[in-house]
């Protein structure tokens, strides 16, 4: 054996370090997961215990996701300045105060409140979990990595459904949005033992313990040297955020591109479904508690089976495929969902018309899991040139929770005021249109360094070419 050659022991260690990294990010995806999750089973008794109108119901939904687009503008700061690892933690603190402060709320105001601080971790979550992975992964498992980050976040969605509906039963919404604080818990005891990302160490002057953790993870001595002399050499150009934003025009494209891909991921309507399902199987015809927080688990089983698709995909077929096929099946399944509606606003009740519009909205779901759900947060985390990663990421993040809240905030006032058919129909077009999009913008960046995809950016590059 060459005296260069990795030890077994090395290789095991590195893996076991690789899977508790994996694990402990795959946390922060699952208390993104059980916030999104946990408020479309509690909201219907909420709503009931206090008697709120629609808009009143939008602003509790809507109110975490303003709070997120704060925590990702945070984020971004913490994230340099006190490096992924700390930032990830105060999410999980964070987390905690929020779910408490939620479960205990006396009344609608604190209960908003304490989802804006809820909003905050998980703004801080999604925007430090991704970062983290994608500048700890090795560069050929990048994609499958981040995606296992959004199955996660699939998984807590999938986890509060099933909380959600055990607790329904007795309609105790309090101890829904308390219990999800346990895994918290689990996150803090978890990150405490965690490295920090070599790029971020390496970027702050701490360069040897960056060359550690790079050998820690990659024990082949020459692929950790290449790796650490490709990092030193992309911080040699002082480059830094808002700074680079202004100054050069392909930053601004990459930032440009992030913004676009989370927008695209929010309005393509998903999580109208996520946040309101309960209320959009009631649309449907099914009229019981019962009935709707069955529909709403097997929603979430959809959504956490269909992302293992997009985990096999991402790396494989590619990300733009995988983007272009979901979106189509996303338009073709809301347009179908719209028509059920019509025929059911027309005062037709047929078994057949709910249970077609239940299985498109699933549909749909799948759509989404395989394709801009886990996928956009992958593209969004390797666009961006290191110097400006933290001001790209935190744009795109925060855009994600701005379009989000959006979302959130109009899909009742949208029923009430277009009717659910044409609801549904209007996230149909929006769906085919994100199609054009994608061809038009979107890169194929799979097995490809973010060295690679940086120099091809800053050499000006088309977007859709710069992982060629």
């Not at 830094?240 to 494209?253: C, D, E, I, P």
């Not at 979901?326 to 059920?340: D, I, L, R, W």
């Not at 855009?399 to 959130?408: D, L, M, Q, R, S």
Request: hydrophobic share 50%.
């Amino acid at each position: 054996m060459s005296v260069h050659a990795p030890s077994v022991d090395m290789e095991k260690r590195a893996s076991r370090l690789k899977v508790f990294i994996y694990f402990a990010a795959g946390m922060a995806g699952l208390l993104f997961g059980l916030d999104q999750g946990v408020i479309s089973g509690a909201l219907p008794f909420i709503s009931q215990e206090w008697n709120l109108s629609s808009s009143a119901q939008e602003w509790v939904v809507s109110s975490m996701m303003v709070g997120a687009a704060a925590g990702a503008i945070a984020a971004s700061f913490l994230a340099k300045q006190i490096g992924r690892k700390k930032s990830l933690m105060i999410g999980a603190a964070l987390f905690i105060a929020g779910s408490l402060g939620s479960g205990l709320a006396g009344s609608v105001d604190m209960l908003i409140i304490s989802r804006l601080v809820l909003g905050l971790s998980v703004g801080i979550a999604s925007y430090t979990a991704p970062l983290y992975l994608a500048e700890m992964a090795d560069k050929d498992a990048r994609g499958k990595v981040i995606s296992g980050y959004q199955l996660m976040v699939t998984v807590g969605i999938l986890a509060a459904f099933l909380s959600d509906t055990a607790f329904s039963y007795t309609g105790n919404w309090r101890m829904m949005l308390m219990v999800i604080a346990i895994p918290a818990v689990i996150l803090i005891m978890t990150v405490i033992k965690l490295p920090d990302s070599p790029r971020w160490l390496a970027a702050v002057g701490r360069t040897e313990e960056a060359d550690e953790v790079i050998k820690s993870l990659n024990p082949d001595p020459k692929a950790a040297d290449e790796e650490m002399a490709d990092i030193k050499e992309s911080l040699k150009v002082k480059q830094a955020g808002w700074q680079l934003f202004k100054t050069n025009s392909n930053v601004r494209r990459a930032v440009f591109l992030g913004v676009l891909l989370q927008a695209m991921q929010q309005f393509t309507g998903f999580n109208v479904i996520m946040y309101y399902s309960p209320k959009i199987l009631s649309l449907a015809g099914f009229s019981t508690t019962e009935e709707q927080m069955i529909g709403t688990v097997i929603n979430g089983i959809v959504f956490t089976l269909s992302t293992f698709i997009a985990i096999w995909m991402v790396d494989k077929s590619g990300r733009k495929p995988a983007l272009k096929v979901g979106f189509g099946v996303m338009a073709a399944s809301m347009a179908v969902v719209g028509y059920c509606m019509s025929i059911l606003e027309s005062g037709m009740a047929a078994t057949w018309v709910s249970y077609l519009a239940a299985i498109m909205t699933m549909v749909s779901i799948a759509g989404f899991g395989m394709s801009a759900g886990p996928i956009v947060w992958v593209l969004c985390s390797e666009i961006q040139p290191l110097k400006s990663r933290e001001f790209g990421i935190a744009c795109s993040t925060m855009t994600n929770w701005i379009t989000c809240a959006i979302v959130g905030a109009t899909f009742l006032s949208l029923v009430d005021t277009l009717g659910s058919a044409h609801t549904f129909w209007l996230y149909a077009l929006l769906n085919g249109f994100f199609i054009a999009l994608t061809m038009m913008y979107v890169p194929e960046t799979k097995n490809v360094s973010l060295e690679k995809i940086e120099h091809n950016l800053l050499s000006g590059k088309k977007l859709r070419n710069i992982g060629v």
